[in-house]
């Protein structure tokens, strides 16, 4: 199957702001240049389950209570022996999607597994991670300040970003991004203190 047609599958799932096409492509990116240094990756099934990652994001929205990379495998898998693929090929794309959101299942796998959790993370990190925190935010109602709002939530990121990567290439990848971020959450912060006290300083 080409993968053409892979893609014409998942983006017929509508993504939310920080998880459509161009968060896809990013990761995608990023898989294949990570596979260039571990000889034996089975890019083909790693190009498609990074294309096909996210397509559970709808079901997750609907249900919380179902995590979107299982929903998102297990619908991959159906596609692709739909499609002809053999049953080896869907599962092996379905293992690798079902592990790239959480590190404990990413872990259990194997190379591919670990590229795809760690292209996926890389888009939390650098610039692109503090847009899409904050506009993760904004959808959602959340404040600048305080529990769950954007500093937190960058600051988060950047940890969980800096503590989880399993490769030491996607940990180079990631320096320049994780130091940007907390420049900028030490400047929002800092900024954030100034209007406060200019604001105190009115009343």
Not at 90 to 110: K, L, N, P, T
């Amino acid at each position: 199957m080409d993968i053409q047609r892979a893609w014409r599958f998942a983006l017929s799932f509508p993504g939310d702001i920080t998880h459509g096409e161009d968060h896809v492509r990013r990761v995608l990116g990023r898989c294949m240049r990570l596979a260039d240094s571990f000889p034996g990756t089975d890019k083909r099934a790693l190009e498609f389950a990074a294309v096909l990652h996210d397509i559970g994001r709808g079901d997750e929205i609907r249900d919380p209570a179902l995590p979107h990379a299982k929903a998102g495998a297990e619908r991959a898998e159906r596609f692709l022996l739909e499609e002809g693929e053999t049953p080896r090929f869907a599962a092996r794309v379905r293992s690798i999607i079902a592990a790239h959101s959480r590190r404990s299942d990413a872990e259990q796998g194997g190379i591919e597994e670990k590229l795809l959790f760690d292209a996926d993370k890389l888009d939390m990190c650098g610039a692109l991670g503090v847009y899409r925190g904050i506009a993760y935010c904004a959808v959602n109602g959340l404040p600048l300040e305080g529990e769950n709002g954007v500093i937190e939530t960058v600051e988060w990121d950047m940890e969980h970003v800096k503590n989880s990567l399993f490769t030491s290439e996607a940990k180079a990848m990631a320096q320049n991004g994780i130091e940007f971020m907390r420049e900028f959450a030490d400047r929002l912060k800092m900024e954030c203190t100034v209007a406060k006290e200019a604001e105190n300083a009115e009343i």
